[in-house]
């Protein structure tokens, strides 16, 4: 009566050992912290690492090097960091730092900060525009929606739940946000006029917006993950998970719009097309040697001009895959 249960038993085992031979193994590895982390983002290129650290502040990484560029304060306590979310804008200008009750806006250039400003609510998610223009989602429902250039703020109240994720045009005039109301809603970041409205089924974990406002992502805490055209409304595709639920903790587009990658907080990276939803490619992060914790959130994903991905996680791992 026991041997079937047992042969299945050996037989997923032997499965799943198989599944993670075939994973890719990184071309590349880089140490960047052994210091806990709390977010981190990679610039659109790949160059340009932002690592928020438990004990050093936030670190600005050259990657090319690699070496340090800038190290950044924002918390209460000498060399502490509260960072728990970072963006950097797609022409490698500006950074922003948020707490879960401050924003930081800088400049890459010379490292500068460009101003501090304290929020209203408890905040959840920053994106950041060529220009400055910064979105920082809110847990009250609100997105703040503030330019540093122009010294204008607004806020827009299209959700009823607390926005969980945010992002932004290249030139900061669109913007997308998604929230616990399982709404993805497309507006205007200067006017707070609404353009688009989608709804999910449930909360939404990650939305995206290409750099010219043309495409926009969502992903919802049950796995459904969707594409549509902004400009007409439009669906465009749905991507092909094949397992029961899959939750992004990072949202890119690459290959000229072509293909979205993704992390999750379980460890991998996926590529898929746009137009069809199809999965191309999978790779899974590393633990560092000396880790305790067995697992790693993939808190940014990036293609090099090369093509080559670049990723780094919360066990504080620069990897690379051609």
């Known amino acids: 009566m026991t041997r079937l249960p047992m042969l299945f038993f050996w037989s997923i085992l032997l499965c799943m050992a198989l599944l993670s031979a075939c994973q890719p193994t990184a071309d590349k590895i880089m140490v960047l912290t052994t210091d806990a982390s709390y977010s981190a983002s990679l610039s659109d290129d790949g160059t340009i690492a932002l ?11 050259d990657l090319t090097g690699p070496s340090i560029s800038y190290q950044w304060l924002q918390g209460k306590q000498e060399n502490t960091s509260n960072v728990i979310d970072t963006a950097i804008s797609a022409n490698n200008t500006f950074a922003a730092t948020m707490s879960s009750d401050s924003l930081a806006i800088w400049r890459l250039d010379d490292g500068s900060s460009v101003g501090w400003w304290s929020l209203p609510s408890y905040a959840q998610s920053v994106a950041i525009a060529n220009n400055g223009q910064t979105l920082v989602g809110l847990v009250d429902g609100s997105v703040m929606s503030l330019s540093p250039q122009k010294n204008r703020l607004i806020q827009f109240l299209g959700h009823q739940e607390k926005v969980n994720s945010v992002s932004i045009t290249a030139d900061g005039e669109t913007a997308l946000s998604g929230g616990n109301d399982g709404k993805v809603i497309l507006w205007n970041s200067q006017t707070g006029q609404p353009m688009q409205q989608w709804q999910m089924d449930s909360r939404i974990t990650k939305v995206l917006i290409n750099n010219t406002g043309s495409l926009s992502f969502a992903g919802d805490i049950t796995g459904n993950a969707y594409l549509w055209h902004s400009n ?10 094949k397992r029961r639920q899959m939750n992004f903790s990072a949202a890119r587009f690459v290959k000229n719009d072509t293909h979205l990658l993704t992390g999750t907080p379980s460890k991998e990276i996926f590529l898929w097309q746009v137009n069809s939803g199809k999965q191309t490619g999978h790779w899974q992060v590393q633990l560092s040697k000396n880790s305790q914790n067995r697992g790693a959130v993939v808190y940014s994903a990036a293609m090099t001009p090369q093509g080559t991905v670049v990723s780094i996680s919360s066990q504080g791992l620069i990897e690379y895959w051609q």
């Open 51 to 61: 690592v928020s650290t438990a004990n050093n502040g936030v670190q600005v990484w």
């Open 232 to 241: 007409s409304g439009d669906s465009l595709s749905q991507l092909d998970i």
